[in-house]
């Protein structure tokens, strides 16, 4: 079981700044949390011990180095009993070109955003999906993405509530 460590100010601080700048070496990150390189270090440890952090990678320029087509892949089921769902969840999580998956409310159970090589190999993976009656898929669109105006640079952390400011309001309580 992970230890839980509290998210106090330091916490936060070193969270929000680790998720928009994860190559910051942990004297620069120190500075810039107001922490002894000593101390901010160890604070790191234990969020990544406790699970606050999921991984850690590089947002490669794919324009400036590879062909490829990005797509959303929207999935309807037949069937939505929580077995149907839980064999396309493992079948798309066995397929590493499906960036992401999303259950969602509404028309469309599934929506992934994919990044294959393609339109062919797209095209040929939704069929070999589509051709699995134990996925129960229904209905395949794909809308493939023509320009990106804006990309994801990291959770709007500073307008979010923190879990733990719900503890503290009710400990003062």
Not at 37 to 52: D, H, I, M, N, W
Not at 134 to 149: A, D, Y
Request: aromatic share 8%; glycine share 2%.
């Amino acid at each position: 079981m992970k230890k839980k460590v509290k998210i106090d100010s330091y916490n936060k601080k070193i969270l929000a700044t680790l998720h928009l700048e994860g190559d910051l070496t942990n004297i620069e990150l120190a500075d810039k949390v107001s922490l002894s390189p000593s101390a901010c270090f160890q604070r790191v440890k234990a969020l990544k011990e406790a699970g606050y952090f999921r991984t850690f990678h590089a947002d490669v320029n794919l324009e400036q180095i590879c062909e490829h087509v990005l797509a959303y892949v929207e999935f309807t089921l037949r069937d939505n009993s929580a077995p149907s769902s839980r064999r396309f969840v493992s079948a798309i999580q066995d397929i590493p070109e499906f960036m992401d998956c999303m259950q969602l409310s509404g028309d469309v159970d599934y929506m992934s955003l994919s990044c294959f090589p393609n339109i062919k190999k797209l095209n040929e993976i939704c069929t070999e999906l589509s051709d699995r009656p134990e996925l129960s898929i229904k209905n395949i669109k794909t809308r493939i993405v023509l320009e990106r105006s804006k990309w994801f640079l990291g959770y709007p952390l500073g307008s979010l509530k923190w879990l733990d400011d719900n503890a503290q309001e009710s400990e003062s309580a």
